[in-house]
């Protein structure tokens, strides 16, 4: 049975929250910090401890309800939902049900940037936008912003990559006031082995796959044995992509790059062009981990803009809405110079 967990301040009662900046559990009432491990020892044994709250019937399929110790507020969930807080007073909770058995993580990889910091990233992010509208940039009003952990499938995997290619060469040379062109095709052949670590696939189907890669690279350094703690005061999920639906994903990675690697010793050539590639796994292995990734949304004009941050690097991603007239000014201005130097063409010919 899932349940509620939440870390209570050992000074003052107040419900603690993992602080990226200092990497402790902070309480945002008393201002005290505690280390994970002054706080457990054993996620079992905290979960089962520290549980004051179970978790109610199903509203609706794949949907459950639970109550929060601290207010008595319900917390409806997906699922997949892992960790979340209270709508009414903000507590941070984990349903510790939700990542136990096959669905632990083996890592975490904490969040380093704090909230602040992704909120002063979206404004640089914005200023380089010179045609999004100014009421966009200068006026905007962040709706909702959420730290969340992505579950994430690791592979690494040894490979063995063979492939073909058809490399052409032209020669051009005149006689007799004629051009001769002469292109002469090549079959060339590469192999070798080749050792892959941490290739990262989103675990999720609510995230999309393009979002996390564009968000790449995560310091995989920095990854620490998971805890629950690390969960407090953010969003996190439990996957529902299995390891072999996103080994899938992680073979297409694999291939492109043993492609590329292969193609990059074929030198010498005008045009090079891929006949077939061929990869054979000699090695596999996967982990199941943990990404922090900031979510931060904003409304302008009816419509919903959604941007992401790196929660470690602070790489910033994200749509912006144009300015038709900032357009329309840049190819007047286009327009402006293309007759300026019509101008001065005809003043040298003699044409005005």
């Known amino acids: 049975m899932a349940e509620l967990m939440d870390y209570k301040c050992p000074a003052c009662s107040g419900a603690l929250e993992f602080d990226p900046v200092t990497q402790k559990m902070q309480c945002p009432y008393c201002g005290s910090a505690f280390d994970i491990s002054e706080l457990q020892t054993d996620d079992d044994e905290a979960a089962s401890a520290q549980s004051e709250s179970m978790e109610g019937r199903d509203d609706s399929e794949n949907m459950s309800v639970f109550q929060c110790a601290s207010c008595g507020g319900e917390i409806v969930g997906d699922d997949t939902t892992a960790a979340a807080s209270c709508p009414y007073c903000g507590n941070p909770v984990t349903m510790t049900g939700r990542l136990t058995g096959e669905f632990k993580p083996e890592l975490v990889l904490p969040f380093k940037l704090e909230k602040k910091q992704a909120q002063e990233k979206l404004k640089q992010y914005l200023a380089k936008k010179k045609f999004a509208p100014a009421a966009f940039v200068k006026g905007n009003r962040i709706s909702e912003i959420r730290g969340l952990y992505v579950p994430v499938w690791l592979y690494d995997s040894d490979i063995h990559a063979s492939a073909s290619f058809e490399g052409t060469k032209k020669t051009t040379w005149t006689q007799d006031d004629t051009e001769y062109t002469e292109v002469s095709y090549y079959d060339i052949f590469r192999e070798g082995d080749m050792s892959f670590e941490h290739i990262p696939v989103d675990g999720s189907t609510k995230l999309p796959q393009e979002l996390l890669e564009s968000l790449e690279p995560f310091d995989f350094g920095e990854a620490v044995p998971f805890r629950t703690a690390y969960l407090a005061g953010y969003l996190a999920d439990k996957y529902d992509i299995s390891m072999d639906e996103g080994a899938k994903r992680a073979n297409e990675r694999v291939e492109k790059s043993a492609s590329d690697t292969l193609r990059a010793t074929v030198k010498s050539f005008d045009d090079v062009r891929e006949k077939n590639i061929r990869v054979e796994l000699t090695r596999g292995a996967s982990k199941y981990v943990l990404y922090p990734v900031w979510l931060l949304n904003t409304v302008f004009d009816g419509k919903t803009y959604t941007f992401a941050m790196n ?11 144009v300015d038709g007239g900032k357009l329309a000014g840049l190819g007047a201005g286009v327009a ?10 005809g003043k040298l010919f003699g044409m005005i």
């Open 311 to 321: 929660g470690q690097s602070g790489r910033f991603l994200g749509d912006v809405p």
């Open 336 to 345: 402006v110079g293309v007759a300026a130097v019509l101008f001065v063409l």
